[in-house]
C-alpha cells in the first residue's frame, strides 16, 4: 500500500502539515518530556538506562502519530473492523500461547517490544462503538435492540483479558465503552441501573478474584496487613509524595525513590517520583497539561462535523484520561493498586504506543473534520 | 450523513459533561496531591528528610531435619562472612582488590559483587564470602582499617553432619533462582543470600521448613543507618522435621556398600512400612552444594559412573532377577498350579516350542520341589510352572506385592518399575505377548523392572502377615504425626506365604541354600531371603559353549546382583533389599551386605524406640548393644 493510495483527497503535504494540531503535539512532547526526565532522574542520572530508549521510542512514535494523523479519516472508518478483529486474533493469540510474565499472559514478544494487545485493544474498541453509532440518531440510540452490537463489542475482549487475568484493564474497557455509549445519547436509566447493578454485583464479582486480587483490594483498605507487599508499596508512595512539598526536592535529589524505598519507579509510580523532586508546583504543571490534553479533545470532538470524528476524537481523550487519573490515583493512595501506567511518562513501549496512536486519531479527526465519512 | 440539531444538541451536552467530569477527576487529583503534600507534607517530610523508615525482612531460621532418634541430619551452623557497604567505601573495586590479597576471594565473586553494587541501595550490606575459616576472620580484623566498608559478620548456613550418607534422602538447599522467584512471591526470597530447599526432604517440606518471614520497621538515617526500630514482627522459625531414618544405620549402609561401584541397599520396617536406611552408593557431600562448588568437584560427581546424583534405591530400574521367584511362586499356589509338594524334574534345558531355555545350573538340580526351587533357586521349576499359570496371573500378583507403581515415598525421583503382561505389552509396544516372555518374565528377566524400594516393599508384604504396607520416611512434622501404622490385608492365603518364607529361609539357611554363606549365625537373629542375579545382556551361545565366566567381561557388561531378606527369621521386623550393580552374583555380592545390615539393624533395633518428635541432647543416637533380649519382644505384631 503506498502513501498515495490514502491520499485521495485535495489537500497537498503542506497544507496538511499547517493543519495538524500544533498546540497538542507540543502538549504531548512536553509531557514526554517529564517523562524522560523523571527517567532520567529514576536511572540515578543514568540516561542509558530508561531514558534514551523512551525517547527513541518516542520519536518513532511521534513519526507514526503523524502519518495516523496524514490518512483521512474515513479511511480510519473503513478499515475500522479489520483493525477490531486483528486486535481480537492478537488477543486470542496471548490467551493461547503468550508469554508468560508475572503469572499472568499479557504480551507478545516482537523482539524488539513486548506488545500487549490489550492496550491496543482499547483503542480498538472506542472505533468501532464510534463505527457503529456514526449512522444513528439518538432515537435509535435509545432503543435497547441498538445497543446489542456495543455490547458485544465490548464484552468480547473484556471476556479475553479476564481470563488473563487483568481485572483492571477490563474495568477500562469496560469505562471507556460505556462513555461512548453514553455520548451516543444512550438514555440515562440506562446507566444509573449500571452502576447500581454494579455495586449489588460487587459481592458476587468477589467470589471470582483471583487471589493476588483479592489481595491487593485487602491491601488497599488496609495496608498494614501486608507491610512487605503492596501496602507497602503505597505507604512509602505516600511518604514520597508528601515529602516533595510544594518545591519539590530538586531534580535528581528525590531521596525515597533514589534510595529504592519505590518499586517499580520509572513504570507504574513515575508520578510519585516526579512530584517529589518537583513538588506541588511539578505536579500541578504535568496535571495542567492534562487538562489542556482534554479540552483539546472535547474542542476537536465538538468541531467535528461527523460522528465518527466527535465519537472517535472524545474516545480517545476519555480513553486517555481514565489512564491518567487511575495511575495517579492508585500512587496517591485514592485507589487499590491495579498496576496501570501513566501513558507518555511511564517507561514501556505499548503504552506509549496505544497514547500516540489515539492522538494521531484524534488529530486526524480534526484535519479531516469536514470529510465525508460514508458507509 | 445529515445531523440534525437535535441531534447535535444532545451529544454536545454530553460531550460537555464528559468533559465536566475529566476535569473533576483532575480536580480531585489536585486536591490530594495539596493534602499530601501541604497538609501532610510535614509530617512525611519528617519521615523522610530526617529519619526514614525502612522494612528489614527478618528471615526465619530454617526447620532442622533430625533422623528417629533426634539426631540432626540437617542443622544451621553459624559461618563468618565478609560484607561490604558500598557507600562507606571510596572505591568498591580497589577495596575488594585488596581484599584479594589477604584472604581467597574468586574473580567470579567480585564480578558479582560489583554487578551488585550497581543494583541495590547503597546502605545494604552485600555479601562477598562466606565460610570463613577461624584463619581467615583474624587475618580481615587485623586488615580492617585499610578496608574501608568491608566487614564480618555471622550468619546462619545449613550444614549436614551426615554429608554424603544422608545426601539421598535429607537433599540440600541451595541459592533461589530466577524462576523460584516467579513461581513463589515470598519476599523473604528476595534477602540476599537466602537459600531454599532443592532436592530430597528439604525440598519436599521446602515450605514447612522455611517458616515464615517476620519483619522489623526501622528508622534509618539520611545515609541510611538504622537509628532505632519501630515495630518488629518476629520470624516463626521453620517446622522440626522427623524422619524414621536410624542415621547410623543409614552411615552403616553406606559404609558396606561402599567396598563397590554403585550399589543400593533399603531397610524398612515389614509391619509399619517406615523406612530406617535407604542408601545409594555413590553419593555426594550435600555441604559443597550449599556453598557452591568448583568445577573440579562437579567434573568429579558427573564423572562417576555410579551415578551420585541419582537416588538408585528409588530411581535405579533393574530386573529383579531370581528375587521374583516368590511372585512366580505365589501366583501359581494362588492358580493352584503347584503345592507344596508338586515335583519337577531339572535336566539343566527346558525346550519350550523352538526354544530352549537354560537352568543357570548345566547339568540340572534333578527332581526339584517348591522349597528346594527356592533354595537352590531352579529356573526350570518356575519356568514350566509359569507356562501353566499365564503371564497376566504373575502381573497381578507382582502388583498386589507393591512393584509396577510408584509407592508414594515423599522423595521425587522415585520411579514405577515395569511388570509386563499382555496389555502391557500391546499398550506399550504394540505387539502380541509370545509365551517364551512368560518364561523369562517367571525369574524376572525380559521386560521386568523393579527399584530396590520395590523389592524391599515385597518382601515387607510377604513376611508381615499380607499386608499392603507402603514406604514412609517422614514421621513427624513438628508434633504432627505423619506415618501410618495400620495397613489393609491383600488377601494372599497365609499357608502359602509360610511355604514361600520357607523357602526363604532354607535359601539362608539350607544345605545347599544359595545364600548358605552369609547366614546369621547367633539364636534368635537369623535372617531368610532370596538371591537374585540378573543379566544385563543376553547369555549367547558362544559365551555358554566356551563357558566365558562373567568377571572375566567389562564391568558394564556383569550382571546385577541383587538380594532380598528379612530378619529375624521366626518373627520377622526388618526387611532389607540390596542391588549391587555389575555385582556379578547375588550369592556373592548381595547377600553378604543384607547380611551386615540385618544383623545392624536388629543389634541397633531401631522399632523397639517408639517414635517421638524430639531432637536428641546429647546429638548421639542411642546405644543397645549389647542387647538385653532377643530383639522380637511385645510389639512385634506380625505372627504367622
Given amino acids: ?375 | 450523513m445529515h445531523h440534525d440539531e437535535y441531534s447535535e444538541k444532545i451529544f454536545t451536552r454530553r460531550a460537555f459533561f464528559i468533559g465536566a467530569l475529566q476535569v473533576i477527576g483532575l480536580g480531585i487529583l489536585g486536591a490530594r496531591l495539596a493534602w499530601l503534600q501541604i497538609a501532610q507534607g510535614k509530617r512525611y517530610k519528617t519521615l523522610s528528610d530526617k529519619n526514614r523508615i525502612n522494612i528489614k525482612i527478618l528471615p526465619p531460621p530454617r526447620g532442622q531435619i533430625v533422623d528417629r532418634f533426634g539426631v540432626p541430619l540437617a542443622v544451621n551452623a553459624q559461618t563468618y562472612r565478609v560484607l561490604i557497604i558500598s557507600e562507606q567505601s571510596d572505591d568498591v573495586k580497589s577495596s575488594l582488590k585488596l581484599l584479594q590479597n589477604i584472604i581467597d576471594v574468586e574473580d567470579k565473586d567480585i564480578k558479582r559483587v560489583m554487578e551488585e553494587v550497581s543494583k541495590a541501595a547503597k546502605f545494604i550490606p552485600i555479601k562477598i564470602r562466606e565460610g570463613l575459616s577461624w584463619d581467615e576472620v583474624a587475618k580481615v580484623e587485623v586488615n580492617l582499617p585499610d578496608l574501608p566498608g568491608i566487614f564480618i559478620d555471622v550468619g546462619d548456613i545449613r550444614s549436614y553432619p551426615y554429608r554424603d550418607a544422608t545426601a539421598h534422602i535429607v537433599g540440600y538447599v541451595r541459592s533461589v533462582s530466577k524462576e523460584d522467584l516467579e513461581k513463589d512471591n515470598d519476599p523473604v526470597l528476595r534477602l540476599p543470600g537466602f537459600r531454599i530447599g532443592k532436592t530430597g526432604i528439604e525440598k519436599f517440606y521446602d515450605s514447612p521448613l522455611r517458616g515464615k518471614a517476620g519483619a522489623a520497621e526501622v528508622e534509618v538515617n539520611v545515609i541510611g543507618r538504622e537509628v532505632r526500630e519501630l515495630k518488629r514482627k518476629n520470624a516463626v522459625s521453620g517446622k522440626r522435621v522427623t524422619l524414621t531414618i536410624d542415621g547410623e544405620l543409614q552411615r552403616y549402609a553406606m559404609e558396606v556398600l561402599s567396598v563397590h561401584k554403585s550399589a543400593s541397599a533399603v531397610v524398612m520396617d515389614a509391619h509399619s512400612g517406615a523406612i530406617y536406611a535407604m542408601a545409594s552408593y555413590p553419593a555426594f557431600d550435600p555441604n559443597i552444594f550449599v556453598r557452591g562448588f568448583s568445577s573440579d568437584e562437579w567434573k568429579e560427581i558427573t564423572d562417576n559412573l555410579g551415578r551420585p546424583q541419582t537416588n538408585k534405591a528409588i530411581s535405579g530400574q533393574y530386573p529383579p532377577g531370581s528375587t521374583f521367584k516368590m511372585v512366580t511362586a505365589l501366583a501359581g499356589l494362588k492358580a493352584g498350579v503347584i503345592s507344596k509338594n508338586t515335583s519337577v524334574f531339572c535336566s539343566g534345558k527346558y525346550e519350550f516350542g523352538n526354544s530352549t531355555f537354560h537352568c543357570w545350573k548345566k547339568y540340572g538340580h534333578g527332581d526339584v520341589d517348591l522349597n528346594k526351587a527356592l533354595e537352590q533357586s531352579c529356573d526350570i521349576y518356575f519356568y514350566k510352572m509359569a507356562t501353566e499359570v499365564g503371564i497376566d496371573a504373575i502381573a497381578d500378583m507382582a502388583r498386589r506385592l507393591g512393584l509396577g507403581q510408584k509407592l508414594g515415598l515423599e522423595l521425587a525421583q522415585e520411579r514405577a518399575g515395569i511388570i509386563p503382561d499382555v496389555a502391557w505389552k500391546k499398550r506399550v509396544l504394540g505387539q502380541k505377548w509370545y509365551q517364551g516372555e512368560t518364561i523369562i518374565s517367571s525369574i524376572g528377566q525380559g521386560n521386568v523392572l523393579a527399584t530396590p524400594l520395590q523389592l524391599a516393599v515385597m518382601t515387607a508384604r510377604m513376611v508381615n502377615g499380607g499386608f499392603a504396607v507402603n514406604p514412609w520416611i517422614t514421621g513427624y512434622l513438628e508434633d504432627q504425626f505423619l506415618g501410618r501404622e495400620q495397613w489393609d490385608s491383600l488377601g494372599i492365603s497365609k499357608a502359602h506365604l509360610k511355604l514361600v518364607m520357607q523357602g526363604m529361609e532354607s535359601v539362608v539357611n539350607g544345605k545347599r541354600g544359595t545364600a548358605r554363606a552369609s547366614s546369621i549365625d547367633r539364636e534368635g537373629f537369623e535372617m531368610a531371603g532370596k538371591t537374585g542375579t540378573s543379566q544385563v545382556q543376553r547369555i549367547t551361545m558362544d559365551q555358554r559353549r566356551q563357558g566365558i565366566k562373567n568377571e572375566d567381561l567389562p564391568w558394564k557388561q556383569r550382571h546385577h546382583a541383587l538380594f532380598v531378606g528379612y530378619a529375624p527369621m521366626k518373627k520377622p521386623r526388618y526387611v532389607c533389599s540390596v542391588v549391587v550393580e555389575h555385582g556379578i552374583g547375588g550369592s556373592r555380592a548381595a547377600a553378604p551386605i543384607a547380611k551386615l545390615l540385618l544383623e545392624q539393624t536388629q543389634m541397633r533395633d531401631p522399632a523397639r524406640t517408639q517414635l517421638q518428635p524430639e531432637v536428641s541432647k546429647s546429638a548421639t543416637s542411642p546405644v543397645f548393644w549389647p542387647p538385653k533380649k532377643p530383639i522380637y519382644g511385645e510389639d512385634n505384631q506380625g505372627d504367622l
Avoid at chain 1, 452502576?195 to 471470582?208: C, D, K, N, Y
Wanted: aromatic letters at 12%; hydrophobic letters at 55%.
Fill in chain 1, 1 to 375: 500500500m503506498s502513501y498515495s493510495m490514502f491520499v485521495q483527497d485535495d489537500m497537498s503535504f503542506g497544507q496538511k502539515l499547517a493543519k495538524l494540531n500544533w498546540w497538542l503535539v507540543i502538549l504531548i512532547c512536553s509531557v514526554a518530556a517529564v517523562g524522560i526526565a523523571s527517567l532520567y532522574s529514576a536511572a540515578g542520572g543514568d540516561f542509558d538506562r530508561w531514558a534514551s530508549r523512551q525517547m527513541m521510542r518516542f520519536g518513532i512514535g511521534m513519526i507514526g502519530l503523524v502519518i495516523i494523523a496524514m490518512i483521512d479519516i474515513k479511511w480510519w472508518y473503513r478499515l475500522t473492523w479489520p483493525i477490531y478483529f486483528i486486535g481480537m486474533i492478537m488477543l486470542v493469540f496471548v490467551e493461547v500461547k503468550g508469554h508468560v510474565g508475572m503469572g499472568a499472559q499479557r504480551w507478545i514478544n516482537l523482539g524488539f517490544m513486548q506488545l500487549q494487545p490489550s492496550e491496543l485493544m482499547k483503542i480498538a474498541v472506542v472505533m468501532a462503538l464510534a463505527r457503529h453509532f456514526h449512522g444513528a440518531s439518538p432515537e435509535q440510540a435509545r432503543r435497547l435492540s441498538f445497543l446489542i452490537v456495543p455490547a458485544l463489542v465490548i464484552a468480547a475482549p473484556v471476556a479475553l483479558v479476564l481470563m488473563q487475568p487483568d481485572l483492571g484493564t477490563a474495568l477500562m474497557i469496560i469505562m471507556a465503552g460505556a462513555a461512548m455509549v453514553f455520548m451516543a445519547g444512550a438514555p440515562i436509566w440506562l446507566f444509573v441501573s449500571a452502576i447500581v447493578g454494579a455495586a449489588v454485583s460487587v459481592p458476587i464479582a468477589w467470589q471470582f478474584l483471583h487471589e493476588y486480587q483479592k489481595k491487593r483490594v485487602m491491601t488497599f483498605l488496609d495496608p498494614e496487613s501486608d507491610p512487605l507487599g503492596a501496602g507497602y508499596h503505597i505507604t512509602q508512595s505516600k511518604i514520597a509524595i508528601g515529602s516533595g512539598g510544594v518545591e519539590g526536592k530538586g531534580f535528581l535529589q528525590g531521596t525515597q525513590s533514589h534510595l529504592n524505598f519505590l518499586p517499580e519507579k520509572q513504570t507504574d509510580f513515575i508520578f510519585t517520583l516526579w512530584v517529589e523532586e518537583w513538588g506541588l508546583l511539578g505536579g500541578v504543571f504535568l496535571l495542567t497539561l492534562f487538562l489542556f490534553i482534554f479540552i483539546t479533545g472535547l474542542r476537536t470532538s465538538l468541531r467535528c462535523k461527523h460522528n465518527f470524528g466527535r465519537y472517535l476524537a472524545l474516545g480517545v481523550s476519555v480513553n486517555f484520561s481514565l489512564y491518567v487519573f487511575i495511575n495517579i490515583a492508585m500512587v496517591m493512595g485514592l485507589i487499590p493498586v491495579v498496576g496501570a501506567p501513566l501513558p507518555l511518562v511511564s517507561y514501556g513501549g505499548t503504552s506509549m504506543l496505544a497514547a500516540l496512536i489515539g492522538f494521531g486519531l484524534m488529530m486526524s479527526c480534526g484535519i479531516y473534520r469536514h470529510s465525508k465519512v460514508t458507509r
